[in-house]
């Protein structure tokens, strides 16, 4: 049976009179709660405040669909003062951790705690908002996580492609290469005259050339043509035509007319190895600049990893804002992709380069894409990237042609947990997020959206205010100070 020194073993009770205990005692109810049993859900509103007699209460949060613990409770800790006093739901479930004893404290007692016990109203006020920066933190710590696996997910499949291009290539260059060994050893039994290898010579030059004409013969049915027109004339020539080998000279934008200049009368044994040589040749070129390409690729993500890891916070750095945009395009390409999103860029290239804080723009960006990026999702919409002058500032528009955010929204939009989202699809911080570190950089972000379209405007100083003095990070931790530091 609890009594009154029980009662001031609690958090919330500890410093209560004997008249407002003998109330609490006379009016609360104890509840016995076996293990994995509710106190209360996500949707529930408060009726009661809860003090924790015995055992243990886990309080979790639906987060991008998953039950993630965010607070453990301890015998004497209180939990339902935030719903009860805002009237809304709870927001977060609690349940019990093997056996425990809870106690009931009505609504009408609690409200008369606060104003008969000062001690009970300082406790509630100081853990209220304890609780809510706890929850605050775990949750901006759970975006910026969720950023990084969008990123990490986004990345392996972008590295996946000229990976396995590199591969590929590098498994038909062996082909190629083992089959030019029999080649080069026919073309060395042939007894050639100076008027044939000036030929041979000009046949590799021409392909050579007309590698860039590949292009310009896209059409599947002129290049079968034109290869049916050179196997024809190679054949009438008594040369052996393969199939791939016309389908190729057509490919590379060899013409008879071409081919009948350059091989003037050059016999057919040795006009059939120069042909098979130069389109061994040509092939392996492109395969290298296939290879070269892929590459390039790759080196490309790994610059947009490097900018996106750069940790400090602290150092003002002068960079190009289209160069952190870019670097989040290519991180989050393929969620873009995937969605069905185009994305047109229209930027403003006189721009000066501005002062920013490490790379915490990179996470602006990437809030605000990823917002487009569901917002078009499915209904391949138009992302629009815009950048222009704006005063002494630049203005940096992230538009979309999504359904637009409700009217009610969108005042409390930059707020908290206020999210669009489908319930469990997002923690409602990305926006929250995105505002604190463009105020961080003295600057402002303003939304502005319709049925049909949602604009995004973030503006930003060219130069950081000299000295100003700054918060060390956008993290939900108490702010620290620190002056900027400038680096090139």
Not at 170 to 188: G, K, M, N
């Amino acid at each position: 049976m609890i009594d009154a020194a029980a009662l001031r073993q609690t958090d919330l009770l500890a410093r209560c009179g004997e008249s407002d205990l003998e109330e609490v005692l006379a009016r609360s109810s104890e509840v016995t709660l076996d293990s994995g049993n509710l106190l209360f859900s996500e949707d529930d509103r408060a009726a009661e405040v809860w003090v924790l007699l015995e055992g243990e209460l886990v309080i979790t949060k639906i987060s991008d669909g998953a039950e993630v613990i965010i607070d453990e409770l301890a015998p004497g800790a209180f939990l339902g003062e935030i719903s009860l006093l805002t009237g809304t739901p709870a927001g977060q479930r609690a349940r019990a951790r093997g056996p425990g004893r809870v106690l009931r404290i009505p609504a009408d007692v609690f409200h008369s705690l606060l104003r008969s016990c000062t001690a009970v109203t300082e406790t509630v006020l100081r853990t209220m908002a304890e609780r809510v920066r706890g929850i605050e933190h775990m949750l901006a710590e759970r975006e910026r996580m969720a950023g990084l696996g969008t990123i990490a997910a986004g990345l392996a499949h972008e590295l996946n492609n000229p990976a396995a291009a590199v591969h590929r290539a590098i498994t038909v260059l062996a082909t190629e290469l083992d089959a030019l060994d029999p080649i080069a050893q026919r073309l060395a039994s042939h007894q050639w005259s100076d008027a044939d290898v000036e030929l041979f010579s000009a046949l590799a030059s021409e392909a050579r050339t007309h590698e860039t004409e590949r292009a310009h013969v896209a059409d599947a049915l002129e290049r079968e043509d034109r290869a049916e027109a050179l196997c024809d004339w190679l054949t009438g020539r008594g040369v052996e035509c393969p199939p791939v080998l016309a389908a190729a000279l057509a490919g590379h934008g060899v013409t008879v007319e071409r081919l009948a200049a350059l091989a003037g009368s050059m016999g057919p044994v040795p006009l059939g190895d120069a042909l098979e040589w130069t389109h061994r040749m040509v092939a392996i070129r492109e395969l290298l600049a296939d290879a070269g390409r892929s590459a390039a690729r790759i080196t490309e993500l790994v610059r947009a990893v490097k900018a996106f890891s750069y940790k400090d916070t602290t150092t003002l750095r002068v960079a190009d804002v289209h160069e952190g945009i870019d670097h989040t395009l290519t991180m989050l390409g393929h969620k873009l992709r995937d969605g069905g999103a185009r994305v047109i860029r229209e930027y403003d290239r006189s721009l000066p380069p501005v002062d920013m804080y490490g790379t915490e723009l990179h996470q602006v960006w990437t809030n605000l894409l990823d917002n487009a990026a569901d917002a078009v999702a499915g209904r391949k919409g138009i992302v629009r990237l815009r950048t222009a002058m704006d005063g002494d500032g630049v203005r940096i528009d992230v538009i979309d042609d999504g359904p637009g955010i409700p009217s009610d929204l969108q005042p409390r939009i930059f707020d908290p947990f206020v999210t669009t989202k489908a319930a469990g699809k997002g923690t409602g911080l990305g926006l929250e997020i995105a505002k604190r570190i463009v105020d961080r950089h003295h600057g402002r972000i303003e939304v502005a959206s319709s049925h049909d379209e949602t604009r995004f405007s973030v503006t930003l100083p060219v130069r950081q205010p000299t000295g100003a003095a700054t918060p060390d990070s956008y993290s939900s931790d108490p702010p620290g100070r620190a002056e900027g530091r400038r680096e090139p």
